[in-house]
Nanobody, 121 residues
Framework: QVQLVESGGGLVQAGGSLRLSCAAS????????MGWFRQAPGKERDFVAAIGWSGGITAYADSVKGRFTISRDNAKNTVFLQMNDLKPEDTAVYYC??????????????WGQGTQVTVSS
């Protein structure tokens, strides 16, 4: 079992930045891939970014490439999502997930409760 707790969401103006964190506990964190997903009201849960167990491989959705950066600190069992140049269309609940490295939500075994990110224009 893996327990995931996200933090760092909030309200920010367009062009601003936020850093999300996801703290993991319960099993060995360093050998599992992590992903970030987001879900806006009335929409499906979309892939944002993923990172391999060692941090050596990453993947990003086209909509966030060049603005968002995923990273992890295995010593602290934490994965981060640095979000820069935020846009109103980035508004959503952001979830972290643990499982096989994938862009597909259903491939992930464990999910956090989510943190709200709201970007005002």
């Amino acid at each position: 079992q893996v327990q995931l707790v996200e933090s760092g969401g909030g309200l920010v103006q367009a062009g601003g930045s936020l850093r999300l964190s996801c703290a993991a506990s319960g099993r060995t964190f360093s050998n599992i891939a992590m992903g970030w997903f987001r879900q806006a009201p009335g929409k499906e849960r979309d892939f944002v970014a993923a990172i391999g167990w060692s941090g050596g491989i990453t993947a990003y959705a086209d909509s966030v490439k060049g603005r968002f950066t995923i990273s992890r600190d295995n010593a602290k069992n934490t994965v981060f999502l640095q979000m820069n140049d935020l846009k109103p269309e980035d508004t959503a609940v952001y979830y972290c997930a643990a499982g096989p490295f994938s862009r597909v939500p259903d491939r992930y075994n464990y999910w956090g409760q989510g943190t709200q990110v709201t970007v005002s224009s």
